[in-house]
């Protein structure tokens, strides 16, 4: 209730006015986000890819429907061609395999065919999150990534957010060179290969120290920390505001220790 969903709606600018913010400016990628047209508003958009807190999965379509909506919406003009349904089917295969929906190739064609109401709270979490990578964003926002889910399938999630922060390197060149050339995405992170950027809102301090470079910590609507994770740990705010179980969460510091230099 200290306003980080509210924030993460005010970053993408929602379509719902009442999570816009009443003074100040918002950039992303260099943008004034409450200064676009439409059409400039649409071309951040389609960079942000976006995991919700409820999955928001469309209950009109089954799985695969669902994870290859968005980019066949956004590339109408490629429809035709033979190469992009291959490619479409084939991305698809690759990240159901990569985020472990399914163990062998036979259980592809059952899965792509289910509606979210026959899913787990796991495999819709797993497919909301496929959805997000699906168009190459080159910044994913993760909303309460591990809520609702028991502890075993929140692991898997910390493991599936380190794996999806560097996108795969198996797109096919006359791909991107089609969506380069036809598509409404005008810059293509397929093309680039670099690490995106993961934004994610929680209340889950294990999942925040084990994953984060900078932790910002809300108060009150108010952001009153920006630091690393190690700086967090022993800040004031640490044990004022959370009085921290700090034997609890030094593994997860550790491995901070050994992924960045604090």
Not at 104 to 116: F, K
Request: proline share 5%; hydrophobic share 35%.
């Amino acid at each position: 209730g200290c306003g980080k969903s509210v924030t993460m709606k005010i970053s993408i600018r929602a379509e719902e006015q009442v999570y816009w913010p009443d003074s100040g400016e918002v950039y992303v990628f260099g943008k004034n986000l409450y200064q676009l047209d439409n059409e400039s508003l649409s071309a951040v958009q389609k960079k942000i890819g976006v995991v919700f807190q409820s999955n928001a999965l469309y209950s009109d379509t089954d799985v695969r429907g669902n994870i290859q909506r968005a980019m066949i919406e956004h590339n109408r003009v490629l429809e035709k061609k033979v190469e992009w349904g291959q490619f479409l089917e084939s991305r698809t295969r690759d990240l159901v395999r990569a985020t472990g929906l399914i163990q062998g190739d036979e259980e592809y064609e059952s899965l792509v065919r289910l509606t979210p109401d026959q899913l787990s709270g796991g495999m819709k979490k797993r497919v909301a999150f496929i959805r997000a990578l699906f168009p190459f964003p080159e910044l994913i926002i993760l909303d309460e990534p591990t809520t609702g889910l028991d502890p075993l399938s929140s692991r898997d999630i910390y493991s599936l957010i380190e794996k999806i922060t560097v996108e795969d390197e198996n797109i096919p060149n006359e791909i991107s060179t089609l969506i380069t050339q036809h598509s409404a995405y005008t810059n293509p992170p397929a093309i680039s290969r670099q690490p995106r950027t993961n934004l994610i809102i929680t209340h889950d301090l294990k999942l925040a120290f084990r994953l984060s470079d900078i932790i910002i910590y809300l108060y009150d609507g108010r952001p009153i920390f920006i630091g690393t994770p190690r700086q967090f740990y022993y800040s004031d705010q640490a044990t004022d505001f959370l009085e921290l179980d700090k034997k609890n969460l030094e593994g997860h510091l550790v491995y901070g220790e050994s992924k960045h230099s604090f």
